[in-house]
C-alpha cells in the first residue's frame, strides 16, 4: 500500500466518533432554557395584570348603537399607556391579541374580537386617532398601525389596530378626530351652562 493511501486509512480509523451524551445533554439544557424563558415572561404577565387590577370592567356596546359610520376588518395588535408605547396594558384582556372588527358609530367604538373579550368604547371616552408605526411588541411601516387614544377611568389608553386593507386607516382618524372633538365640545358647553346655571341661581337667591 502506497503512503498515501496508508495515510487515508490512518485517518478514516482516527475519525471522531459522534458523543450522541454529549449532544442530548445540550438540547436538553436548550429545551429547559427556553421553558424556563416562558415561564418568566408569563409571570411577568400575571404580575403586570395584578399591578392593573384596578383598571375597571370594560363597557359592552348599547343595545341600539345607531347608524355605522364606518366599519373595519382586521388585528388588534394590543393597548398602552397613552403616549408610552411600550407600557402594556394586559387587565381585562387588552394584552390579548386577535383578530378585530371595529364599527364607529355617533354612540362610539365597538370592538368585536373572535376569541378574545370584546368591548366597547364610549363617543365621550374618544379622545383622538393617528397614525403610527409601533405599539408594545408589534413594528410596521411608518403608518401601518391606527392608534386610538380613550379614557377609561383615571387612565388614557392607546390601542393599536391594523386593517386589512391598511388605506382606510386616514379615514378613520378623521371620523375618530371629528366624533371626539365634537363630544368634547358637547361637554364644555354643556358645563358652561351648567355654571352659568348655578351663578344666576345663586344670585337670585342673593338677591332676596
Request: cysteine-free; overall charge negative; proline content about 5%.
Amino acid at each position: 500500500m502506497t503512503p498515501p493511501l496508508i495515510h487515508l486509512a490512518e485517518a478514516q480509523k482516527s475519525a471522531p466518533v459522534t458523543d450522541w451524551a454529549a449532544r442530548i445533554g445540550w438540547v436538553v439544557g436548550l429545551l429547559v432554557f427556553v421553558v424556563f424563558v416562558y415561564w418568566l415572561m408569563r409571570q411577568g404577565w400575571k404580575w403586570r395584570g395584578t399591578l392593573q387590577g384596578d383598571l375597571p370592567e370594560l363597557p359592552t356596546a348599547p343595545a341600539d348603537e345607531g347608524e355605522p359610520k364606518l366599519r373595519l376588518t382586521g388585528r388588534y395588535h394590543g393597548s398602552t399607556t397613552a403616549g408610552q408605547w411600550l407600557d402594556r396594558i394586559v387587565a381585562r384582556g387588552l394584552g390579548t391579541r386577535s383578530r378585530a372588527e371595529l364599527t364607529l358609530t355617533d354612540q362610539g367604538l365597538d370592538v368585536v374580537r373572535p376569541g378574545a373579550e370584546d368591548f366597547f368604547v364610549p363617543a365621550a371616552a374618544l379622545r383622538g386617532a393617528r397614525l403610527d408605526k409601533g405599539i408594545a411588541g408589534k413594528v410596521l411601516p411608518e403608518g401601518g398601525l391606527l392608534i386610538v387614544t380613550w379614557r377609561h377611568g383615571d387612565k388614557e389608553i392607546d390601542s393599536g389596530f391594523r386593517s386589512d386593507r391598511a388605506g382606510e386607516h386616514p379615514a378613520w382618524v378623521a371620523a375618530i378626530d371629528r366624533l371626539s372633538t365634537t363630544q368634547q365640545g358637547t361637554t364644555e358647553h354643556s358645563t358652561t351652562e351648567h355654571h352659568t346655571s348655578t351663578t344666576e341661581h345663586t344670585e337670585t337667591e342673593g338677591a332676596r
